[in-house]
């Protein structure tokens, strides 16, 4: 399964994105095939050295990473962890409405408030349901963040 990240809205504070899933493989462009999932609220986008350093409240680097479940010691449950990220680890998608929830993670939810995410909890509770069972299905999980 690949889950596709566009970022589309850079500002100065937070950037604004959609999450597209991909739940079969198909050639073509990250987005072909795929459905429109949610939106992200990250932190905004730094130089290249900021996106590889863990704690400088910027967005992650783009890439294709792995997804993972794996255990939260912050939110004390099991979470989709994106793993490779060079220079960081435990870089999750996790819930949350503004950009100070996040400390470089992916928050999901639906973008209707300028700078904010709503509904998150359930947002992530339906994309965690996605990669469950996409993982138990034996399929490998990737994020490619554009």
Same mark, same amino acid.
């Given at each position: 399964m690949l889950i596709t990240?566009?970022?589309? %809205?850079p500002k100065e504070n937070y950037t604004i994105g959609s999450l597209f899933i991909r739940k079969s493989p198909h050639k073509g462009g990250d987005t072909e095939g795929a459905v429109w999932f949610c939106?992200?609220? /990250?932190?905004p986008l730094g130089t290249a050295t900021e996106a590889i350093t863990a704690g400088s409240g910027k967005a992650i680097p783009k890439g294709t990473y792995n997804v993972r479940m794996a255990?939260?010691?912050?939110?004390? /449950? %099991?979470?989709?962890?994106l793993v490779g990220?060079?220079?960081?680890?435990?870089?999750l998608i996790h819930a949350?409405?503004?950009?100070?929830?996040?400390?470089g993670c992916i928050l999901v939810g639906k973008n209707t408030q300028v700078g904010r995410v709503i509904?998150?909890?359930?947002?992530?509770a339906n994309l965690i349901s996605i990669i469950r069972q996409a993982q138990n299905n034996g /399929?490998?999980?990737t994020i490619n963040i554009n």
């Open positions: 990240l566009v970022r589309k %809205y939106n992200t609220l /990250e932190p255990w939260s010691q912050r939110f004390q /449950e %099991y979470m989709p962890r990220v060079p220079g960081r680890d435990a870089i949350g409405n503004n950009v100070k929830n996040t400390t509904d998150s909890r359930r947002t992530l /399929e490998a999980v």
